[in-house]
C-alpha cells in the first residue's frame, strides 16, 4: 500500500511540473507577443510565477490558475511590469503597467482577458489567410466596446 501511495505521489508531482512548465511557456509567449505588438522589449526572457491556486474554468470544471509578471521597455533604461494569468493553459488577464511620455497614465494601461483572447484567436485564424499581425486592444477601446 505504501508504494502504491508513493507511486500517486510521485506522478501527482511530474504532472505537476509539467504542467507548471507548459503554462510558464504559453506565458512566455503572449507576454513577448503583446510586447511585440506595441514595439516594447520583453526583458530577460522569462516569466516569474507568483501565484497557483485552483480555480473553475469557463466550464465548471476545476483547473489551476496561475499568475506570473515579466518586465519589459520602451527605451532600454525604464522597467515596467507586466502580469499575466493564465487559467489552465489559456489567457485569462494580461495587464501592462506602462504609459508613453506626455499621456495619461491610467488610459494607457492595457488590460486583455479572456474576450480579448477569443477575439484573438478569431482575429489569428483570419490573419493566417491575410497574413496581418491581430493587434493589441487598448483599454478605452476594449471599454467601449464592450458598452455596444
Not at 60 to 66: K, T, V
Amino acid at each position: 500500500m505504501d508504494v502504491l501511495l508513493w507511486i500517486l505521489l510521485g506522478a501527482a508531482v511530474i504532472w505537476y511540473w509539467s504542467d507548471t512548465s507548459k503554462a510558464r511557456e504559453v506565458a512566455i509567449q503572449h507576454g513577448r507577443r503583446a510586447c511585440k505588438d506595441m514595439n516594447l522589449q520583453f526583458l530577460d526572457g522569462t516569466v516569474i510565477r507568483y501565484s497557483t491556486r485552483p480555480k473553475r474554468g469557463p466550464n465548471g470544471q476545476m483547473c489551476l490558475c496561475r499568475d506570473f509578471g515579466f518586465e519589459f521597455t520602451d527605451d532600454g533604461i525604464r522597467r515596467y511590469t507586466g502580469h499575466i494569468q493564465l487559467l489552465g493553459q489559456r489567457l485569462k488577464k494580461m495587464n501592462l503597467d506602462y504609459h508613453r511620455e506626455g499621456e495619461e497614465e491610467a488610459s494607457s494601461n492595457l488590460i486583455m482577458d479572456a474576450e480579448y483572447s477569443k477575439l484573438r484567436q478569431s482575429q489569428a485564424a483570419s490573419a493566417e489567410e491575410h497574413e496581418e499581425r491581430p493587434k493589441v486592444v487598448n483599454l478605452t477601446d476594449f471599454r467601449d466596446s464592450r458598452k455596444h
